[in-house]
């Protein structure tokens, strides 16, 4: 799979080069010396953290959804474990699909509260 060269190499890329809804934040993401020197740090996984997400929002997200799908096979380890102290805890009667998504257990992101409370509709009175 080829990855955009926005995503991989943020600081170098040349602005120009990027599509047109992403050349604003690119502009100030490298000029930007925090951004930098976490770049520096942890590479894509800067696209992970919410300090990057709160100062740019469109290309964050656009990372987030082309990195979040690749675990890493230590991730596929822990989700197997997970499964399978469930299975021999509760002796098989569990259902894993219908009693809540593993992906809880094995990510480290914090999940986006205050969005899913603004998109969240409250039941109408019957």
Known sequence: MN???WLTQPLLINV???TIQYQEELSELQHDESVKTLFKLKGT???LYD???RKYPKISTSARELLIPFPSSYLVECGF???DNLLEAKRNRLEITKH???RLKLTKLSPQIKNLCCMHQAQGSH
């Open 3 to 5: 990855f955009p060269s």
């Open 16 to 18: 120009s080069d990027a």
């Open 45 to 47: 996984k800067m696209w």
């Open 51 to 53: 300090e990057v997400e």
């Open 81 to 83: 474990s997970a499964v």
């Open 100 to 102: 809540g998504d593993l």
